[in-house]
T-cell receptor
Framework: DQQVKQNSPSLSVQEGRISILNCDYT??????FLWYKKYPAEGPTFLIS?????DKNEDGRFTVFLNKSAKHLSLHIVPSQPGDSAVYFC??????????FGPGTRLSVLP | NAGVMQNPRHLVRRRGQEARLRCSPM?????VYWYRQLPEEGLKFMVY????????ESGMPKERFSAEFPKEGPSILRIQQVVRGDSAAYFC?????????????FGDGTRLSIL
Protein backbone atom coordinates (compact mmCIF):
# COMPACT_ATOMS: atom_id res chain seq x y z
CA ASP A 1 0.00 0.00 0.00
CA GLN A 2 2.13 2.86 -1.33
CA GLN A 3 0.99 6.20 0.03
CA VAL A 4 3.60 8.09 -2.00
CA LYS A 5 4.20 7.06 -5.58
CA GLN A 6 6.80 8.02 -8.12
CA ASN A 7 5.71 6.21 -11.23
CA SER A 8 8.77 6.97 -13.34
CA PRO A 9 11.74 4.91 -12.16
CA SER A 10 14.06 6.86 -14.43
CA LEU A 11 14.23 10.01 -16.54
CA SER A 12 16.82 11.27 -19.03
CA VAL A 13 17.10 14.94 -19.95
CA GLN A 14 19.50 16.93 -22.07
CA GLU A 15 21.71 19.45 -20.27
CA GLY A 16 20.13 22.90 -20.23
CA ARG A 17 16.59 21.60 -20.64
CA ILE A 18 13.90 21.28 -17.97
CA SER A 19 13.63 18.19 -15.77
CA ILE A 20 10.17 17.43 -14.40
CA LEU A 21 9.85 14.81 -11.69
CA ASN A 22 6.40 13.74 -10.60
CA CYS A 23 4.96 12.41 -7.37
CA ASP A 24 1.45 11.30 -6.41
CA TYR A 25 0.07 10.62 -2.96
CA THR A 26 -3.05 9.00 -1.61
CA UNK A 27 -3.29 10.24 1.99
CA UNK A 28 -5.31 13.46 2.11
CA UNK A 29 -3.96 14.15 5.61
CA UNK A 30 -0.46 14.88 4.27
CA UNK A 31 0.30 18.56 4.79
CA UNK A 32 4.03 18.87 4.20
CA PHE A 33 5.97 17.66 1.18
CA LEU A 34 9.66 17.51 0.45
CA TRP A 35 12.09 16.53 -2.26
CA TYR A 36 15.43 14.91 -1.50
CA LYS A 37 18.33 14.17 -3.82
CA LYS A 38 20.54 11.16 -3.28
CA TYR A 39 23.93 10.30 -4.76
CA PRO A 40 25.30 6.74 -4.53
CA ALA A 41 26.87 5.87 -1.18
CA GLU A 42 25.56 9.06 0.41
CA GLY A 43 22.51 9.94 2.44
CA PRO A 44 19.59 11.90 0.99
CA THR A 45 20.09 15.65 0.83
CA PHE A 46 17.15 17.97 1.42
CA LEU A 47 16.33 20.05 -1.66
CA ILE A 48 13.07 21.89 -1.27
CA SER A 49 9.77 21.63 0.58
CA UNK A 50 6.23 22.93 0.38
CA UNK A 51 3.39 23.07 2.87
CA UNK A 52 -0.18 22.37 1.88
CA UNK A 53 -1.17 26.03 2.23
CA UNK A 54 0.91 26.85 -0.84
CA ASP A 55 0.83 25.65 -4.42
CA LYS A 56 4.33 26.70 -5.45
CA ASN A 57 7.72 27.16 -3.85
CA GLU A 58 10.85 28.23 -5.68
CA ASP A 59 14.52 28.06 -4.74
CA GLY A 60 16.98 28.93 -7.47
CA ARG A 61 16.77 26.35 -10.24
CA PHE A 62 14.31 24.23 -8.26
CA THR A 63 10.55 24.77 -8.13
CA VAL A 64 8.01 22.51 -6.48
CA PHE A 65 4.35 22.63 -7.51
CA LEU A 66 1.53 21.19 -5.41
CA ASN A 67 -1.92 20.31 -6.75
CA LYS A 68 -3.92 19.27 -3.70
CA SER A 69 -7.08 18.39 -5.56
CA ALA A 70 -5.13 15.96 -7.74
CA LYS A 71 -2.89 14.85 -4.85
CA HIS A 72 0.07 15.51 -7.10
CA LEU A 73 3.32 17.38 -6.79
CA SER A 74 6.17 17.92 -9.16
CA LEU A 75 9.74 19.15 -9.04
CA HIS A 76 11.03 21.28 -11.89
CA ILE A 77 14.75 21.76 -12.42
CA VAL A 78 15.68 24.50 -14.87
CA PRO A 79 18.20 24.48 -16.41
CA SER A 80 19.27 20.91 -15.78
CA GLN A 81 22.97 20.30 -15.18
CA PRO A 82 25.02 17.08 -15.28
CA GLY A 83 25.57 17.41 -11.51
CA ASP A 84 21.83 17.04 -11.04
CA SER A 85 22.11 13.39 -12.05
CA ALA A 86 20.97 11.50 -8.95
CA VAL A 87 17.98 9.68 -7.48
CA TYR A 88 15.20 12.03 -6.38
CA PHE A 89 12.84 11.05 -3.58
CA CYS A 90 9.50 12.65 -2.87
CA UNK A 91 8.41 12.53 0.79
CA UNK A 92 5.28 13.54 2.67
CA UNK A 93 4.18 13.89 6.26
CA UNK A 94 1.02 14.63 8.22
CA UNK A 95 1.07 16.97 11.23
CA UNK A 96 4.85 16.81 11.47
CA UNK A 97 4.96 13.07 11.98
CA UNK A 98 7.38 10.68 10.31
CA UNK A 99 7.90 11.04 6.59
CA UNK A 100 6.68 8.59 3.98
CA PHE A 101 9.06 8.32 1.04
CA GLY A 102 8.37 7.41 -2.56
CA PRO A 103 10.50 4.80 -4.34
CA GLY A 104 12.57 7.42 -6.16
CA THR A 105 13.23 8.53 -9.73
CA ARG A 106 16.71 8.25 -11.20
CA LEU A 107 17.49 11.41 -13.19
CA SER A 108 20.23 11.37 -15.80
CA VAL A 109 21.25 14.71 -17.28
CA LEU A 110 23.10 14.14 -20.52
CA PRO A 111 25.84 16.59 -21.56
CA ASN B 1 25.07 15.61 4.83
CA ALA B 2 27.54 17.21 7.24
CA GLY B 3 26.24 17.15 10.77
CA VAL B 4 24.48 13.80 11.16
CA MET B 5 27.19 11.25 11.83
CA GLN B 6 26.65 7.55 11.37
CA ASN B 7 29.13 4.82 12.12
CA PRO B 8 30.31 2.50 11.02
CA ARG B 9 29.85 3.27 7.32
CA HIS B 10 30.10 -0.42 6.50
CA LEU B 11 29.39 -3.35 8.78
CA VAL B 12 29.79 -7.03 7.98
CA ARG B 13 28.23 -9.64 10.22
CA ARG B 14 27.66 -13.39 10.03
CA ARG B 15 24.22 -14.83 10.45
CA GLY B 16 23.27 -15.00 14.11
CA GLN B 17 25.56 -12.19 15.25
CA GLU B 18 24.46 -8.81 16.57
CA ALA B 19 24.73 -5.54 14.67
CA ARG B 20 24.92 -2.16 16.38
CA LEU B 21 24.52 0.99 14.30
CA ARG B 22 25.22 4.39 15.80
CA CYS B 23 23.89 7.83 14.95
CA SER B 24 24.86 11.20 16.35
CA PRO B 25 22.31 13.86 15.34
CA MET B 26 23.13 17.35 14.22
CA UNK B 27 24.00 19.76 16.99
CA UNK B 28 20.84 21.11 18.55
CA UNK B 29 18.64 18.34 17.15
CA UNK B 30 16.72 16.26 19.63
CA UNK B 31 14.68 14.11 17.24
CA VAL B 32 16.14 11.06 15.55
CA TYR B 33 14.64 8.84 12.85
CA TRP B 34 15.89 5.55 11.46
CA TYR B 35 15.14 4.36 7.93
CA ARG B 36 16.05 1.23 5.99
CA GLN B 37 16.67 1.10 2.28
CA LEU B 38 16.70 -2.22 0.48
CA PRO B 39 18.39 -2.43 -2.94
CA GLU B 40 16.44 -0.59 -5.66
CA GLU B 41 13.80 0.55 -3.17
CA GLY B 42 12.95 3.77 -1.36
CA LEU B 43 13.51 4.55 2.28
CA LYS B 44 11.22 2.81 4.74
CA PHE B 45 10.57 4.43 8.10
CA MET B 46 11.53 2.30 11.09
CA VAL B 47 11.47 4.31 14.31
CA TYR B 48 11.29 7.86 15.65
CA UNK B 49 12.94 8.75 18.95
CA UNK B 50 13.44 11.75 21.14
CA UNK B 51 15.89 11.78 24.01
CA UNK B 52 15.17 8.71 26.18
CA UNK B 53 11.78 8.13 24.50
CA UNK B 54 10.51 6.09 21.59
CA UNK B 55 7.79 8.15 19.93
CA UNK B 56 6.83 5.91 17.01
CA GLU B 57 8.15 2.43 16.30
CA SER B 58 5.46 1.41 13.85
CA GLY B 59 8.04 0.56 11.17
CA MET B 60 10.22 -1.65 13.33
CA PRO B 61 10.09 -5.43 12.87
CA LYS B 62 8.51 -6.95 15.95
CA GLU B 63 11.46 -9.18 16.77
CA ARG B 64 15.24 -8.78 16.91
CA PHE B 65 15.21 -4.99 16.29
CA SER B 66 15.46 -2.33 18.97
CA ALA B 67 16.44 1.32 19.16
CA GLU B 68 17.41 3.73 21.87
CA PHE B 69 18.42 7.37 22.19
CA PRO B 70 19.90 7.82 25.66
CA LYS B 71 20.26 11.09 27.49
CA GLU B 72 23.97 11.04 26.75
CA GLY B 73 25.54 9.63 23.62
CA PRO B 74 24.36 8.59 20.17
CA SER B 75 21.21 6.81 19.13
CA ILE B 76 21.71 3.07 18.66
CA LEU B 77 19.86 0.74 16.31
CA ARG B 78 20.44 -2.83 17.43
CA ILE B 79 19.72 -5.92 15.38
CA GLN B 80 20.05 -9.24 17.19
CA GLN B 81 20.64 -12.60 15.52
CA VAL B 82 20.99 -11.06 12.07
CA VAL B 83 19.72 -12.86 8.99
CA ARG B 84 20.53 -12.40 5.29
CA GLY B 85 17.39 -10.32 4.79
CA ASP B 86 18.75 -7.66 7.15
CA SER B 87 21.33 -6.68 4.54
CA ALA B 88 20.47 -3.10 3.62
CA ALA B 89 21.51 0.50 4.00
CA TYR B 90 20.34 2.01 7.29
CA PHE B 91 19.96 5.77 7.39
CA CYS B 92 19.55 8.02 10.37
CA UNK B 93 18.01 11.49 10.17
CA UNK B 94 17.57 14.24 12.72
CA UNK B 95 15.47 17.35 13.14
CA UNK B 96 15.21 20.05 15.79
CA UNK B 97 11.45 19.57 16.29
CA UNK B 98 8.38 18.30 14.54
CA UNK B 99 5.96 20.60 12.81
CA UNK B 100 5.68 22.44 9.57
CA UNK B 101 8.85 23.43 7.73
CA UNK B 102 11.15 21.06 9.57
CA UNK B 103 13.01 18.90 7.08
CA UNK B 104 14.95 15.93 8.34
CA UNK B 105 18.68 15.91 7.69
CA PHE B 106 20.27 12.59 6.88
CA GLY B 107 23.55 10.91 7.61
CA ASP B 108 25.43 8.94 4.95
CA GLY B 109 24.15 5.63 6.23
CA THR B 110 25.53 2.32 7.42
CA ARG B 111 25.68 -0.43 4.85
CA LEU B 112 25.07 -3.72 6.61
CA SER B 113 26.12 -6.92 4.89
CA ILE B 114 25.22 -10.31 6.30
CA LEU B 115 27.40 -13.25 5.25
Amino acid sequence: DQQVKQNSPSLSVQEGRISILNCDYTNSMFDYFLWYKKYPAEGPTFLISISSIKDKNEDGRFTVFLNKSAKHLSLHIVPSQPGDSAVYFCAASAYGQNFVFGPGTRLSVLP
Amino acid sequence: NAGVMQNPRHLVRRRGQEARLRCSPMKGHSHVYWYRQLPEEGLKFMVYLQKENIIDESGMPKERFSAEFPKEGPSILRIQQVVRGDSAAYFCASSPATGIDQPQHFGDGTRLSIL
